[in-house]
């Protein structure tokens, strides 16, 4: 298989070529391969092409534009044998003669990553920096705190050692927090040392030590610019577990500007080792973030109860009902599994919403950990001897258990806790929390993400692709896929993968009350672009922020629906012109200004509006 030799559109043409990173044993390079697909993800679409085998790739004359390369690898009888994206890149600015690295790996399989960890450990502290993963501490085989840092280079997938000073490190990590900024550091907070320190993954060095109130087993995040946020968790260390006082406050640091932090909200729910969820901007215009699993503190009087704050709020609110596992659905919904003790039981949160609802049931599962997939699913990992893994798909409410292919000569890997992270390219880097080992893993799910071109979801029935509705109280499964605008007078849908600031989506529905909307550029719950089609009412577009509405336009007078009779509605973005149509027939048209990147899809309108949705597409 020949990958390389490409060439893209500019003035001159730089030549540049894709090379796939070369992991162990062959891992992701069928040797029955029939033939290779390089796909372009462009704002436009896909643009694909067909190369032989022994062929050079020529990318000659793919759009400046392009965001992302994916290769498909077929073997006989056309099924995939290794498929592969690279990471988000500038194609237009690329230099001449550059090489675009791309790690090939069986669909739904695993490989071991090309190099070892410099230090065998397990559970380390995880976190994106820059274009890499920052991967800190752990313990060793004899269980002893690790004091030591690596970066992971998805780019070779190799690992190289951090230095880590003596004040950050001399008493292992057990109980730091790591926080990716908006610019790819990474801020270390907390633990043995009361300290935050900057990772910088352009020159792979940490900053100087700067000192902060201790706390360790605590949830950390940015919040956007140079702001973090410090939240829970206890005061000190002992024995690489939580000691001392409990804490129930939170504090805000600026990262460029450590030395005096502010105090934050105060927690309702206090808990150690909270993982911390971004849920966007709700209908009341604040952003709001969650501190999900881990553990409550001693006598919480709902131990399932979770922290809602906001930092314009003094005071958290909570969330009710979620368990150990949490894990941010599209729309700003929670999931969480897998509770020791209780792992079968499943619940499911709604944005704002104050009590999670009983879903479907997981397997019993312990020592499994979640991550969200680009296409819009929840994956499990560990927890199962054989090495199997479980995805949740909020379209069917249901876990679905999957067999991954395992590396060359090798079972699939059973692993314990393992520690997740989701890379740039859509594949999961993997390390086992159940035994110190040197080795990593990366397991691909499939191709769907935030490039790709277009994406239709029959939710009724066979599909291989995500709908998830915003709130799980407004869904209604069986012979129809049905939307129903219990709550509030929009009950959404988006379609998992595209992220897209201009493009169409396309939806196939019968309307038994009330209206349908079209949705566009989904940043949060509470900030979309809607078009209305309410009947006796006129077609129009919408701008929702934080609870406001704008009404960018209007258009005809919308028909009554037959509930018998399937409708088709379109709304399109190009440029910053917006468009509604029905069973095409344009009825709304204006500028909407500038847009944004977000999820797209369908919604029932109107109090106690009931929407079945047969399909939906979005296409750039």
């Not at 040392?193 to 360790?216: H, K, M, N, W």
């Not at 619940?347 to 919403?353: C, F, K, L, N, Y």
């Not at 529905?509 to 979309?528: I, M, S």
């Not at 960018?552 to 468009?579: H, N, W, Y």
Request: net charge negative; hydrophobic share 45%.
């Amino acid at each position: 298989m020949a990958i390389a030799g490409a060439s893209a559109c500019g003035e001159p043409a730089a030549r540049v070529g894709l090379e796939p990173v070369a992991l162990p044993a062959s891992c992701g390079r069928p040797r029955n391969a029939t033939s290779i697909r390089v796909i372009a993800y462009t704002e436009g679409g896909e643009q694909i092409r067909a190369v032989g085998l022994d062929e050079a790739v020529d990318l000659d004359g793919f759009p400046a534009e392009t965001e992302q390369l994916g290769v498909e690898v077929a073997t006989g009888g056309g099924a995939l044998g290794a498929i592969g994206k690279s990471a988000p890149l500038d194609f237009g600015e690329l230099e001449d003669q550059a090489r675009i690295p791309i790690v090939m790996l069986p669909p739904g399989g695993y490989c071991e990553t090309a190099g070892f960890m410099t230090t065998p450990r397990r559970a380390p502290l995880l976190a994106r920096a820059g274009s890499g993963v920052l991967v800190v501490g752990g313990r060793d085989a004899a269980g002893n705190e690790l004091g030591s840092a690596e970066f992971y280079d998805p780019r070779t997938a190799t690992f190289t050692p951090v230095e880590v000073s003596d004040v950050l490190g001399a008493s292992g990590f057990a109980g730091a927090s790591l926080a990716t900024l908006p610019d790819g550091r990474v801020a270390v907070s907390g633990g043995p040392q009361p300290v935050i320190t900057i990772f910088d993954p352009e020159t792979r060095t940490f900053g100087e030590s700067v000192l902060i109130v201790s706390r360790a087993f605590h949830a950390s995040i940015a919040l956007g610019g140079t702001q973090l946020l410090l939240a829970g968790g206890c005061a000190d260390v002992a024995a690489g577990t939580c000691s001392g006082l409990v804490r129930n406050s939170s504090a805000l640091y600026d990262a460029d500007r450590i030395a005096s932090g502010v105090q934050g909200p105060v927690l309702r729910a206090a808990r150690i080792g909270a993982v911390p969820f971004d849920l966007g901007v709700l209908d009341d215009g604040k952003h709001w973030y969650a501190l999900g699993g881990g553990e409550a503190q001693p006598g919480a009087m709902d131990p399932s109860a979770i922290d809602r704050i906001s930092p314009d709020e003094s005071d958290a609110a909570t969330i009710a009902g979620l368990r150990a596992q949490v894990a941010a659905l599209d729309g700003g919904a929670l999931v969480s599994a897998f509770t020791p003790g209780d792992a079968a039981v499943a619940m499911i949160a709604a944005p704002g919403a104050s009590a999670a609802k009983a879903t479907a049931l997981a397997p019993p599962l312990v020592d499994a950990r979640l991550v969200t997939l680009e296409d819009g699913r929840v994956a499990a990992f560990g927890g199962d001897p054989a090495g199997g893994i479980q995805l949740y798909d909020p379209t069917i409410d249901r876990w679905v258990a999957a067999t991954p292919t395992p590396p060359p000569n090798q079972t699939a890997p059973a692993f314990v806790a393992p520690a997740l992270h989701r890379l740039p390219d859509g594949s999961v880097f993997v390390i086992d929390g159940g035994a110190a080992s040197t080795v990593a893993y990366l397991y691909r799910p499939s191709l769907v993400g935030p490039s790709a071109g277009s994406v239709t979801v029959n939710p009724g029935g066979e599909t291989t692709t995500v709908l998830t509705p915003v709130d799980p109280e407004t869904i209604q499964r069986g012979q129809r896929w049905e939307l129903v605008a219990t709550r509030g007078d929009l009950a959404r849908a988006l379609v998992g993968g595209p992220r897209i600031a201009t493009g169409s989506v396309r939806a196939a529905v019968r309307v038994a009350q009330g209206g349908l909307a079209l949705l566009a550029d989904q940043t949060g719950p509470g900030q979309v672009l809607v078009g209305e089609l309410a009947p006796g009412a006129k077609a129009r577009i919408v701008r929702r922020a934080g609870g406001e509405q704008r009404v960018l336009c209007s258009g005809k007078q919308v028909a009554d629906f037959d509930p018998m009779i399937a409708v088709t509605a379109r709304l399109e973005i190009s440029g910053t012109t917006a468009r509604l149509f029905r069973d095409d027939e344009e009825v709304a048209s204006c500028d909407v200004g500038a847009v944004e990147r977000g999820a797209w899809g369908v919604a029932a309108l109107g109090d106690g509006a009931r929407v079945a949705v047969e399909t939906v597409t979005v296409a750039r």
